[in-house]
């Protein structure tokens, strides 16, 4: 499935991303999150377990925060927030 592989590359690009968040790499960090936004973006809100749109909102305000940070500010003082992944209450898939 096209869309399922889609969204798995892209979570695990995103993740990727987290990562460098965590060990203050800051320039992998944002070409990471740009991957992953970039295929999960496209996807729209697509049958998944998690509330894909939130998260794609989150990350996408994460990545926004450490471009505008910069290299050096980021060194300094480490990104802590995280988004969180809402996952759906069993039996609200779309169909």
């Known amino acids: 499935n096209p869309t399922e592989r889609l969204f798995y590359q892209g979570l695990i690009q995103v993740a990727a991303g987290f990562v460098k968040i965590q060990k203050v790499w800051h320039a992998p960090a944002v070409l990471n999150l740009q991957k992953g936004l970039s295929k999960l973006e496209v996807l729209g809100d697509p049958d998944v377990p998690i509330d894909l749109p939130a998260f794609v ?24 927030r995280w988004p969180k992944i809402a996952y759906r209450p069993q039996g609200s898939r779309r169909t």
């Open 57 to 80: 909102r989150e990350t996408r305000a994460v990545l926004e925060n450490l471009k505008s940070l910069g290299r050096v500010r980021f060194e300094e003082a480490p990104w802590t």
